[in-house]
């Protein structure tokens, strides 16, 4: 493994905490390739910064996911990793609420209802 997967595993871990893990392992067993880029680029370097922390990262990741519209279990990724962040439901309802300005309603109301899913599916 190299340093910036071992960087890697670490911000996942602090970022999403073991659902985050467990996501990462399951594709790492169906594409090792593309979690080893994941790991070593987005994790590694694009997470590894000071410049913003953690909730800032998770409100910019939420808002860029919402405005695509199609990336749902991505999407109900990043939701969680939010929450796990500090993150609350009404920050998260917010940045859904203000994204519809500019993705449009149906991006937004996809979204809040993976949101929902997410809510209902960890209680």
């Given at each position: 493994m190299t340093e910036k997967e071992q960087i890697g595993w670490k911000q996942i871990e602090q970022m999403a905490g073991s659902s985050g893990l467990a996501a990462m392992e399951e594709l790492q067993k169906f594409s090792p390739r593309l979690a080893k880029l994941a790991l070593e680029f987005g994790y590694g370097d694009v997470y590894n910064d000071d410049a913003l922390d953690?909730?800032?990262?998770?409100?910019?990741?939420?808002?860029?996911?919402?405005?695509?519209g199609d990336a749902g279990r991505g999407l109900a990724y990043h939701f969680r990793a939010a929450l796990h962040v500090g993150l609350s439901k009404e920050e998260i309802m917010?940045?859904?609420?203000?994204?519809?300005?500019?993705?449009?309603?149906?991006?937004?109301i996809h979204a809040l209802f993976i949101f929902k899913e997410v809510l209902e599916e960890d209680n």
């Open positions: 953690l909730k800032q990262r998770a409100l910019i990741t939420l808002s860029s996911l919402i405005t695509q917010e940045t859904v609420h203000h994204c519809s300005a500019y993705a449009g309603f149906p991006k937004a």
